[in-house]
């Protein structure tokens, strides 16, 4: 037996991956999520890259376009809603893919931490 060079985290007991593994909406479970969505849409691995709203510091946000499918990141990093300018984008047919919020909608305004993807 090997002795552990770190601590046991206290809350060892409510933070693991058994409590993980029950809740839809965890981390772990978000995580999984966004490997899926990676596998499935080739165009986040092959398609352009393009960064949107490049002046806003709260914001980080880009296309990715392949054979006329663009999907739209948005990721807000701060702690207070942050609008992204998304002029040039039209999102007549946006569609949410993935949302860290339950109520996730189309749009290029975000909550605090909010991260989007959306199908264009």
């Known amino acids: 037996a090997v002795k552990p060079w770190l601590k046991v985290n206290p809350n060892y007991t409510s933070v693991n991956v058994a409590a993980q593994e029950k809740d839809p909406n965890s981390v772990l479970n978000y995580f999984r999520k966004m490997v899926q969505l990676r596998k ?4 986040l691995i092959y398609g352009d890259f393009k960064l949107v709203d ?3 510091s709260s914001i980080f946000a880009y296309t990715r376009s392949l054979e006329g499918r663009t999907i739209l990141v948005l990721l807000n990093f701060k702690a207070v809603e942050a609008k992204v ?6 999102f007549s047919k946006a569609k949410v893919l993935l949302g860290n919020y339950p109520d996730a909608k189309a749009s290029n305004q975000l909550k605090p931490y909010e991260a989007l993807v959306l199908s264009l």
């Open 54 to 56: 490049a002046e806003n």
């Open 85 to 90: 300018n998304t002029e040039g984008l039209d």
């Open 40 to 43: 499935k849409e080739r165009t």
